[in-house]
């Protein structure tokens, strides 16, 4: 149990477009989620934390007009890179919370090259 | 605030060695401490969760981590390494629930010798 799953997995994309990564708890219902990034041989860094049905908490320095997070349901959050560049490549990471007692579920990345 | 400091971007170990990482946190009321391990292009996976039981916990795969409150820290080891635990490992805290924001530390590249 607890499964999330992040489609795409891979997505190149060009300069100046928009690309979306979809978060789905496969078979739980997640009243929280969290989208990381991670850089090249760095650590995770939290941008944003989405509760279902509300606007998402951006992390300090995290452009909320750039990277746009939906959590329309219990079982899905998406992030949308607007207006990509380069600087934006990186793999993308979310993880659902059942309830805040319970700990956190992790997807399998999605990793975004824009060039 | 809450940090995370892994001590040693790098470890290397020879296969059936004791692996340990070591972790020492901040945190601004009791943490909930967590160990992931990540697999070259792929997601996080737990080990094992600290939340207030048991000092000592035993996670997945043979990893164990013992909670050390006066030396805050949370360090990771296994008594014998094997071939397949070669992989990144981040500790991570979060403050007040299990399901609160992590906050990870810089992550230890174990590599294994045979």
């Known amino acids: 149990g607890a499964v999330v799953s992040q489609h795409p997995s891979r997505v190149i994309c060009k300069s100046g477009t928009s690309v979306k990564i979809e978060c789905r708890s496969l078979?739980?219902?997640?009243?929280?989620m969290f989208w990381y990034r991670q850089f090249p041989k760095q650590s995770l860094m939290l941008m944003a934390t989405?509760?279902?049905?509300?606007?998402?908490?951006?992390e300090q320095g995290v452009e909320k007009d750039k990277f746009l997070i939906n959590h329309a349901s219990l079982t899905l959050s998406t992030l949308t890179v607007t207006s990509a560049h380069p600087e934006d490549s990186s793999f993308y990471i979310c993880?659902?919370?059942?309830?805040?007692?319970?700990?956190?579920?992790f997807g399998p990345g999605t990793r975004l090259t824009v060039t | 605030a809450q940090s995370v400091t892994q001590l040693g971007s790098h470890v290397s170990v020879s296969e059936g060695a004791l692996v340990l990482l070591r972790c020492n946190y901040s945190?601004?009321?009791?943490?909930?401490l967590f160990w992931y391990v990540q697999y070259p292009n792929q997601g996080l996976q737990l080990l094992l969760k600290?939340?207030?039981?048991?000092?000592l916990v035993k996670g997945i795969n043979g990893f164990e981590a013992e909670f050390k409150k006066s030396e805050t820290s949370f360090h990771l080891t296994k008594p014998s390494a094997h071939m397949s635990d070669e992989a990144e490992y981040f500790c991570?805290?979060?403050?007040?629930?299990?399901?609160?924001?992590?906050?990870f530390g810089g992550g230890t590249r174990v590599l294994v010798k045979p």
């Open positions: 078979d739980f219902q997640a009243t929280t």
């Open positions: 945190s601004s009321v009791p943490p909930y």
């Open positions: 991570a805290v979060s403050e007040e629930a299990a399901g609160n924001k992590l906050t």
């Open positions: 989405s509760n279902e049905g509300s606007k998402a908490t951006y």
């Open positions: 600290y939340t207030s039981a048991a000092t």
């Open positions: 993880s659902a919370s059942r309830q805040l007692i319970d700990e956190q579920y």
